[in-house]
């Protein structure tokens, strides 16, 4: 009798070592199941993954357009002042107010359109003493 029990605790351990020894249908069935679970999770997680994505992609676009809005607000409020409205009118346009006096400097340097001629002899001096110079010559009349 000892040895049938020697004999059945070696077939014990034979069969706990080898897992599905003769059962490869069994073993095939799992690995399916296992796929199957893994593709049916991976799926989801995917379009999941790529969702978030997406919404962060949004955000940020939607966060620019809202700084380029407020922009867009800050130069339509800037346009409806009137200081503003006036020093335009005098930077683009030259327009002065009722009462205030327009100089203008003209130097022929200045024009490209007209030559000089060879009795004019060009003006040497540097910009700033040509205009010091214009100030300080009274106009004649």
Same mark, same amino acid.
């Given at each position: +009798? *000892?040895?049938?029990?020697?004999? $059945? *605790?070696? $077939?014990?351990?034979?069969?706990? /070592?080898?897992?599905? %020894?003769? &059962?490869?249908?069994?073993?095939? =069935? ?6 199957? =679970? @893994? ?5 989801? @997680? ?7 994505? %997406?919404? *962060?992609? @949004? ?5 620019? @357009? ?28 030259? +327009? ?13 340097? +200045?024009?490209?359109? %007209?030559?000089? /001629? /060879? &009795?004019?002899?060009?003006? /040497?001096?540097?910009?700033?003493? =040509? +205009? ?10």
């Amino acid at each position: +009798m *000892a040895s049938r029990d020697r004999e $059945r *605790a070696e $077939r014990k351990k034979k069969k706990r /070592t080898v897992p599905f %020894e003769g &059962d490869i249908v069994s073993l095939a =069935v799992i690995i399916a199941v296992v796929l199957l =679970v @893994l593709v049916a999770v991976a799926v989801p @997680l995917r379009n999941y993954y790529e969702g978030r994505s %997406e919404i *962060a992609r @949004l955000e940020a676009s939607i966060q620019e @357009l809202e700084q380029r809005k407020a922009d867009l607000e800050g130069d339509i409020a800037k346009h409806r002042d009137e200081e503003f409205i006036k020093q335009e009118a005098r930077r683009r346009l030259g +327009m002065i107010e009722p009462g205030e006096t327009a100089w203008r400097i003209i130097d022929p340097r +200045m024009t490209h359109g %007209e030559s000089i /001629t /060879t &009795d004019e002899i060009p003006d /040497t001096r540097p910009w700033p003493q =040509v +205009m010091l110079d214009s100030l300080r010559e009274v106009p004649e009349s």
